[in-house]
């Protein structure tokens, strides 16, 4: 994904329940990638990221792949400073 990319519109599906055998897929659309991005990364709990996808413009990510697109020097929102786990990286 390169800078402009993360101003496109993108669609987020996640499960937030983790310790439920019923886990319901979650679809949410945002207007930029790049809030798309920071939701995942912010506010999903480690295993939901883990298992989320990410659509933008055709494009796919999924799981491990959208930490990087957060981390990443094109990123053009400010980051909230999030600890890193061991099996994160």
């Known amino acids: 994904m390169d800078a402009k990319d993360y101003r496109?519109?993108?669609?987020?599906?996640?499960c937030k329940a983790t310790n439920s055998k019923y886990k319901p897929l979650i679809f949410r659309r945002f207007t930029r990638a790049s809030e798309a991005i920071?939701?995942?990364?912010?506010?999903?709990?480690?295993k939901a990221l883990a298992s989320c996808s990410l659509e933008v413009d055709e494009q796919h990510f999924f799981g491990r792949?959208?930490?990087?697109?957060?981390?990443?020097?094109?990123?053009?929102?400010?980051?909230?400073?999030?600890?890193?786990?061991?099996?994160?990286?």
């Open 65 to 89: 792949e959208i930490r990087p697109l957060y981390d990443s020097d094109d990123y053009p929102l400010r980051r909230r400073h999030i600890k890193r786990r061991a099996h994160q990286a």
């Open 8 to 14: 496109n519109e993108a669609v987020l599906f996640f």
């Open 38 to 46: 920071r939701y995942a990364v912010e506010e999903l709990a480690p």
